[in-house]
Each structure stands twice: as C-alpha cells, then as structure tokens.
C-alpha cells in the first residue's frame, strides 16, 4: 500500500523567508502528486500537481513553486513568505481513482 | 469556469436525523466522482466513489450517494447520523483523461448527540 510521507509537522516562519515543503511517497511508481492548502471555509485548494518528473501543472497564480526532482518527490517552495501563505498544506498521491493524504503541514508565517 | 460547489457549509442536526449533502460540478465530459471525509484531527478518508454504471453508490458508515448527470450532481446521503458522524466532509471531480483532482468547499457536519 501507498505511504506518504510529509513534513514537518508544523512550521512557523518569518515573513520574506524561504520555504521548502517536501512529500515523498513510498510504494508506487510513477504517482500522480498533488499539492493541496487546506484553509477553513474554503476546503481544498488544488496548488500544483505533477504526473512525472519534472512535469508541474500549476493551478493559481501565486507565492509558490512546485517541483519534482525525482519519482516519488514532490517539493513545494517558496522564495519569500507572505503573511498569506500561512496555512494546513498537503499533499496527495492518487489522482483519478483514489487519493490518498499526507499528514500535512501546518504553516504559520509571522 | 469548471469547479465544484458544496452548499450550506455548516450543518448541525441531531443523532438519527437524515443528512444530505449537495455536490454540483461545471465540468463537462466524463468524470470519476469522490466524497472523502475528514474526522477531528485525522486524515482525508475516501468515503465513496463513482466512476461508472449503477448511479446510486454505497460507501463506508452506512453512506451512499447517487449520481445524477442531467444534473451534475452528486449528492450524498445517510439515512440516520450518529455522533461519530461529526466530520468535515469533501467532495471531488476528475475529468476522464486529465490528471486533475479539483475538490469542494467542504461541509462541516456537527451531530448532537
């Protein structure tokens, strides 16, 4: 079965700082990935998503970058935090029959 | 532009009340359709899914849904809550032939016990 691994946990960084978030995956090959921001009253928020290496779908215009080094790597960055880009990120493997979570990680940018 | 909708965000009803819970999709051609549900402090969980023939699919917990395609519809049902049914719960869209998995709102279900 399918493990995703994501962290931290949790994050709290300053405004301007850089950001790296990264999900690896464990039994499967070629996986479609996703980046999600959870956000209360909005729900999932499709960010990026990838169906091989180095192939990124960016969904909105924003702060943040996505990218695949490898298989079953997904790293999503960020130059330089914006109060706004606090938030639960997740990520996600699966796609068009079944998708499965990370614990995610949850942002604050102070 | 294509999205889903989930309306009426939050929900309360009491245990052994009926629940349902609209999802609308712009998306035209054909789809898989999703209800995941996240309870207190756990993980998204696929609670049910469709992807062809019998329109009315039965899920984990006693839930099911049932697709309407005149409609763009997927609404979810469960006949008699309980209190471990308190969750926020997510529908989702894939369009046959596109990698995308674009979800909804949310609905956050409150049952009192």
């Known amino acids: 079965s399918q493990t995703i691994h994501q962290w931290p946990a949790t994050l709290v960084q300053p405004v301007g700082s850089p950001l790296s978030l990264e999900c690896t995956v464990e039994g499967t090959s070629n996986p479609n990935l996703y980046w999600y921001r959870q956000a209360a009253g909005r729900g999932l928020q499709l960010l990026f998503y990838?169906?091989?290496?180095?192939?990124i779908s960016s969904e909105v215009p924003q702060n943040l970058s996505a990218s695949r080094p490898q298989d079953r790597q997904f790293i999503l960055s960020s130059k330089k935090l914006l109060l706004s880009d606090s938030g639960f990120y997740l990520c996600?493997?699966?796609?068009?029959?079944?998708?499965?979570f990370g614990q995610g990680t949850r942002l604050t940018v102070v | 532009a294509q999205s889903v909708s989930q309306h009426n965000h939050h929900v309360i009803l009491s245990e052994a009340a009926s629940l349902e819970l609209g999802c609308n999709y712009s998306y035209g051609g054909t789809v898989n359709l999703f209800w995941y549900v996240q309870y207190p402090g756990q993980h998204l969980q696929l609670l049910l899914k469709y992807f062809s023939g019998d329109p009315l699919v039965k899920g984990i917990k006693g839930f099911e849904a049932e697709f309407i395609k005149s409609k763009f519809s997927f609404n979810l049902r469960k006949p008699s809550v309980q209190w471990s049914d308190t969750a926020e719960y997510f529908c989702a869209v894939n369009v046959w032939g596109n990698n995308r998995l674009a979800f909804g709102k949310g609905n956050q279900v409150v049952v009192i016990p």
């Open positions: 996600a493997v699966g796609g068009a029959t079944e998708a499965f």
């Open positions: 990838s169906v091989g290496i180095g192939q």
